[in-house]
Every structure is written in C-alpha cells, then in structure tokens.
C-alpha cells in the first residue's frame, strides 16, 4: 500500500488531519501530517516563513515512494517541492488545491478565478505580513456541512497565514511536469469555486480526476469518502501494489 504525506492548506495544520489519517490507515495505508513553517507546533515566526521554506518542509517528509496530498494552498509548497526534486515523490494530489501556473504567485492566481470568495472574511495582521479568518465567517467559507463539535475545534486552532510565501511566483518546468499528479475537485467548495478547480484540474489526465460532494474541508465533512479516493489514487499510482 502507500505511503501517503499530508499538507494542510492556509490557517490549518497538520491537527485537521485528524479523521482522515485513521480512515486512510484503515485502508492499509500509511498516513501521516506535517505543520507548515508557523503553523500548529512549528515555531517558525511568521516573519521568517517563505515558500522556499515550506517546500523544504515537504521534501523533508517525503520519500521517493510518497504520495504527497495538498490541501488548497498547499498545491504550492507540493509543487514547489516537486520542482526542486521531482525524484523526492511518488506523487502529487491536489485537494480542492491551486495548481500552480509558471511563474504565478497564489496570491495571483486566486485573482484569476471567476469569483473572489474571501476578500471580506479576513483581517490582516497591523504588521502586514500575516491574515487572520474573521470567527463569524469561518464556518461558511470552511465548514459548512462539517459537525459542529469539529467546527468548534477547529476554530480553536486556526492560526495567522503568512502572506509572503502566498505572494511568491513559482517557476515551473519540465521538472514538475515529471511527476504524475491527481486533482480532488470538491464540489460544494465556497473558498476555492467549483469550477475554478474544474479549471486548474485540466492539467492532470482525465482519469486522475475526481470529485467529492463536500465543503473545502472533505478531510472532516467526508473522510471515508475522500479516503476511498486516495486509495483509488494509490491503486493507478502502484497498479502492483507498494514497492517493497
């Protein structure tokens, strides 16, 4: 079976995992999460953190028969970390993620979609280098069809997203286009819009995209859907099974 890394997308941390690591474990998986610079328990101050940053964070988790999973902005820091070593994974899955476009920051390329979502559900920070989710608009732009006891505690966790590594371009080359890459497409999506994604997941192959009936948050709305997904994934990425 696979071994599968997790990145979590802005705000979050490798806590809003929780759920899907045992469902995909259940699977015969092996799964497991990791906190971007700043987020969860890294002590990275925001000031510090940078794209190049999170990128070593993922290539410092994974192994040349990882699939790696990122979670909306974490298509950036997957991406960015398959350009630097596309040798470094199995695999990339971007989850209801930005897709990078050559030379495009996030920042950008959220620009590009069709409708802006989030300019008025956040704060930035008095020093300009961080944004904050406002409380009151967290559950409709995350967690709509999620219990409201994980809402709770993911409201507790949401932590300041540094700007600058969202606000870095990304260069791409033949280099990235060397790893086989799945798109998750959430439909319900109110963060990132549905067809935005449908958009962005045209550049991995017709039968490595899929679609899940959620929120942006289908790692707590469905975990054993979307686990069931990942291992599909898995099963086309190693059609013998894991290597030994």
């Known amino acids: 079976m696979a071994d599968i890394l997790l990145v979590h997308g802005s705000c979050h941390g490798a806590w809003c995992w929780r759920d899907l690591i045992p469902a995909l474990q259940a699977l015969g998986h092996t799964a497991r999460a990791i906190d971007m610079p700043s987020h969860g328990s890294d002590p990275t101050p925001v000031a510090q953190v940078t794209l190049a940053g999170c990128r070593d964070a993922v ?16 298509g950036y820091p997957i991406s960015a970390a398959a350009e630097a070593d596309p040798a470094a994974m199995k695999a990339l899955v971007y989850l209801c993620a930005y897709v990078p476009k050559d030379g495009m920051s996030m920042v950008e390329m959220r620009r590009q979609s069709p409708r802006q979502t989030i300019a008025d559900a956040v704060d930035k920070s008095a020093d300009g ?60 999506d109110r963060t990132i819009p549905p067809e ?40 086309q990425t190693f059609p013998s099974g894991r290597p030994c």
């Open 129 to 188: 280098l961080s944004y904050t989710v406002k409380p009151d608009c967290v559950q409709e732009l995350f967690y709509h069809d999620c219990p409201p006891a994980t809402v709770r505690n993911a409201l507790a966790r949401l932590c300041p997203q540094p700007i600058a590594p969202q606000d870095t371009p990304l260069p791409l080359t033949d280099r990235w286009d060397q790893v086989p890459k799945a798109y998750i497409r959430a439909t319900d």
């Open 196 to 235: 935005y994604q449908a958009q962005m997941s045209l550049s991995v192959p017709p039968d490595m995209r899929f679609d899940i009936d959620s929120s942006h948050s289908p790692f707590f709305s469905h975990p054993d859907t979307l686990a069931g997904i990942l291992n599909a994934i898995a099963e």
């Open 59 to 74: 290539l410092a988790a994974s192994t040349p028969e990882t699939i790696i999973v990122g979670h909306s902005w974490g």
